[in-house]
Nanobody, 126 residues
Framework: RVQLADSGGGSVQAGGSLRLSCVASGDTKSLIYMAWFRQTPGKEREGVAQIERQTGERIYYADSAMGRFTISQNSAKDTVYLQMNDLKPEDTAMYYC??????????????????WGQGTQVTVSS
């Protein structure tokens, strides 16, 4: 069984930064990709960034995150980070860590992510 514990959300002003963390535990050997998604009320959960766990490569960002967010992992490969800089009010959402046990059929394919964290709220004020 895999458990994901995400944290690091908070309230910041526009232009500020936050770093989200996701600690994976349990049968982590089965995990192939790690990712961050976000969701606002009434909208679909959307992908933000993903990383291949074994190599730390094959990084992909959604257009909304490109140039402002950075996904990374620690050397033990059990913690994934999302560094978010230059935050904007439209980044306000619940952010979820996710893990897949297979390579996504396309970048940030939500259907391939089978393990989810409980979510951490990010609120950006103007």
């Amino acid at each position: 069984r895999v458990q994901l514990a995400d944290s690091g959300g908070g309230s910041v002003q526009a232009g500020g930064s936050l770093r989200l963390s996701c600690v994976a535990s349990g049968d982590t050997k089965s995990l192939i990709y790690m990712a961050w998604f976000r969701q606002t009320p009434g909208k679909e959960r959307e992908g933000v960034a993903q990383i291949e766990r074994q190599t730390g490569e094959r990084i992909y960002y959604a257009d909304s995150a490109m140039g402002r967010f950075t996904i990374s992992q620690n050397s033990a490969k059990d913690t994934v980070y999302l560094q978010m800089n230059d935050l904007k009010p439209e980044d306000t959402a619940m952010y979820y860590c996710a893990a897949s046990v297979r390579r996504p059929i396309y970048p940030l394919a939500k259907k391939n992510y089978v393990h989810w964290g409980q979510g951490t709220q990010v609120t950006v004020s103007s």
